[in-house]
């Protein structure tokens, strides 16, 4: 089946979005590619596509586990085979993954990056037919990254057991020394021997790059439709509620905190807006409701923090807010790309206070607790999850920590940062709240069943309903929903789950209840604090890119002259030689700037004014009355006649005619 009926026939479209076939034609050729695609550029086809058209199975590997069980779960509606491996799985159920994956005739292994290193992941891919690896979220394998993330360079040692293997690496935001860095880490030059640096120049700014065996294929980041504005507001509410009155359609309001998600929803729906709020505290039925909600459009904004968004395909979103200043061009870039992807008009505002970038730059040290503060946080976690000093080396771990902020003496946003350093370090893995349903798994043939339900009667009807409601029990781990064997048993939920938890001990199933908790995992084994190693390039580099893209930042909202659109291509090394024309700066510069009609007129009436006196700017101005000319337009056009030394400025500083 060709490229083009696979998109017919699974996805429906005709034709591919921009630059989507030549990435999939550059990976069906097996070179490895680098494609930076914006925020709904539609990055998943491009390597679903090839993995389907050859033969064998693709490993996609990706931070989100949200975003994992998504695409899992809407291909297996395409009636394709997918499956995902993530932390909080048990050995069992990986074990089992791993060998459908093997002979089941699947397509698509996703899983975390994390799991690449474990033994029992690097024996059974050898013996995977593996067409393509891709790497989701590709910056995190650089050190220069917003996000960088240690076990991202686990993809390297993959690539040494699959040397023929062609990779694709996708990101929405990457800066050149990025490019660069995931083209090397990722082993884009295969004759380069691990761990020595490939050593090669920058990737020049171009479209497409081909060198050697490897190639970068970009969509300009230049989003024509979107108009950025950065509004100085002493009341952000007021602002905002006029700003959501005016523009029809759905939108997003990103805020920096769980308390603010829910007091301005409520604000909103006070004042008649139909809002819905969204963080990682919520339980997973509520956050699987709101956004459902705010999908099919029965509420208009969601207000959230940056826990929402990632893999949310909905293309009439009209404007993206942030109440708060984003800590990064990457961040705000691809949360402000969410508008708009219908290429229909849109806006991305930010609004701010000046306390705001007082409370921005505070991030730094907040984001970099002190090394023994760390050690610290490192020792209580061993103590709280009760790992001996030598254990622990990839158990994963429910964790709370709220939990375990309130066990020991911990600031919250304190020790979350000491955590994320943790697992910057290479010590740890932490993952978001992530819903995962109940699931079983028949693990003996179906003669032991017979006669274990045989043996055991109070147990028979609750077997025979699985069996009848849900299929491929025996091959693999299955999602179940205890309420509904419940009502088809004429029994409680508490009932079922107790019964199933019996035949688990029992070991005729593998049964695993709902879970929807943060999880950790440690990477290596627990050592003593007093060893820990958090090195400079971790600690002091990653502070020192923080400082640097929060200026950035800073220095965007601060912006009176430069195109919005200018400053953020900028920042990602692409070069715009135009205005984008629909910014608040371009907005304000042609409302500004007087035609040739009105220059002429200014210029006539200040030479008739000053050919008889000298006057200051305040007098000149008052004096100029042309009628439909803002007094901004004169302003202007007197700053051109000085420059241009039509006119002057002499020693009591009054405007007068050139001599």
């Known amino acids: 089946m060709t490229i083009h009926e696979l998109l017919k026939k699974h996805w429906g479209f005709d034709q591919f979005r921009p630059l989507q076939q030549e990435i999939i034609q550059a990976v069906l050729d097996k070179k490895d590619t680098l494609a930076l695609l914006p925020t709904g550029g539609g990055k998943s086809l491009c390597f679903q596509i090839p993995a389907l058209a050859q033969e064998g199975i693709c490993i996609v590997v990706s931070p989100l ?170 009341d952000k509410l007021g602002k905002l509620l006029r700003i959501v009155s005016r523009i029809k359609g759905s939108g997003i309001i990103y805020v920096r905190n769980r308390k603010k998600t829910q007091s301005i929803a409520e604000y909103l729906n006070k004042n ?60 705000y870039f691809q949360e402000a790309g969410r508008a708009g992807r219908d290429e229909q008009k849109a806006y991305a505002i930010i609004l701010y206070q000046q306390t705001d970038i007082k409370t921005l730059k505070e991030q730094i040290e907040l984001s970099f607790p002190p090394i023994e503060m760390i050690k610290n946080i490192y020792r209580a976690l061993g103590s709280y999850l009760q790992l001996a000093i030598g254990s622990g ?153 923080l400082e640097h893209r929060i200026n950035t930042m800073i220095q965007y909202v601060s912006e009176t002259s430069k195109c919005r659109s200018q400053f953020l291509l900028s920042y990602f090394n692409e070069e715009k030689s135009t205005f984008c024309g629909i910014c608040d700066i371009c907005r304000d510069y042609h409302n500004n700037v007087p035609n040739n009609n009105e220059y002429k007129l200014i210029k006539e009436t200040t030479t008739t004014i000053l050919s008889s006196q000298h006057l200051s700017l305040y007098q000149l101005v008052n004096s100029i009355q042309i009628p439909g000319v803002s007094e901004k337009k004169i302003l202007k056009a007197l700053d051109w006649l000085k420059e241009n030394e039509a006119i002057l400025v002499d020693d009591e500083n009054k405007y007068c005619l050139k001599m």
């Not at 893999?311 to 061009?329: A, L, T």
């Open 65 to 234: 586990i949200a975003l994992m069980k998504d695409q899992v779960n809407n291909l297996r509606k395409k009636e394709i085979k997918a499956s995902a491996i993530f932390s909080g799985m048990s050995n069992r159920e990986i074990d089992i993954t791993l060998d459908n994956c093997i002979h089941g005739n699947y397509k698509f292994l996703y899983v975390s990056p994390e799991r690449l290193q474990t033994e029992i992941f690097i024996e059974r891919v050898k013996k995977m037919n593996v067409n393509l690896i891709a790497v989701d979220e590709a910056h995190c394998i650089s050190q220069w990254g917003y996000d960088f993330r240690p076990s991202y360079l686990q993809v390297a040692n993959i690539r040494v057991l699959l040397p023929h293997v062609p990779v694709l690496a996708l990101t929405a935001t990457a800066t050149e020394e990025v490019v660069k860095d995931i083209q090397e880490k990722l082993l884009f030059n295969k004759n380069s021997k691990l761990p020595s640096p490939l050593g090669r120049e920058p990737v020049p700014n171009l479209i497409r790059e081909v060198r050697g065996e490897g190639s970068v294929i970009r969509k300009s980041f230049f989003r024509p439709n979107i108009s950025y504005s950065v509004l100085l507001e002493d």
């Open 272 to 331: 008649k807006i139909a809002a819905s709020f969204y963080h990682a505290g919520l339980d997973a039925q509520t956050r699987d409701k709101r956004q459902l909600e705010w999908l099919n459009n029965k509420v208009k904004i969601i207000v959230c923090t940056n826990a929402f968004g990632m893999g949310i395909d909905k293309p009439d979103v009209r404007f993206v807010i942030h109440m708060d200043i984003p800590d990064s061009p990457e961040a």
């Open 393 to 545: 080396k990839d158990q994963t771990f429910l964790f709370n920590l709220y939990d375990f902020c309130q066990a020991y003496p911990f600031n919250l946003l304190t020790t979350y940062n000491a955590l994320k350093i943790l697992e910057r370090a290479g010590y740890i893995s932490l993952t978001e709240s992530v819903y995962i349903p109940s699931r079983i798994h028949f693990h003996v043939k179906k003669e032991v069943l017979l006669n274990f339900q045989v043996s055991h009667p109070n147990y028979d009807i609750v077997i025979k309903t699985i069996l009848r409601t849900y299929a491929g029990v025996f091959d693999e781990y299955v999602k179940i929903n205890e309420a509904d064997i419940a009502k088809k048993c004429n029994l409680t939920i508490k009932q079922i789950k107790d019964i199933l938890t019996r035949i688990a001990k029992s070991e005729i199933i593998s049964y695993f209840p709902q879970t929807d908790s943060p999880r950790l995992t440690f990477l290596q084994v627990r050592i003593d604090y007093k060893h820990l190693f958090i090195s400079k390039e971790v600690y002091q580099n990653r502070k020192a890119l």
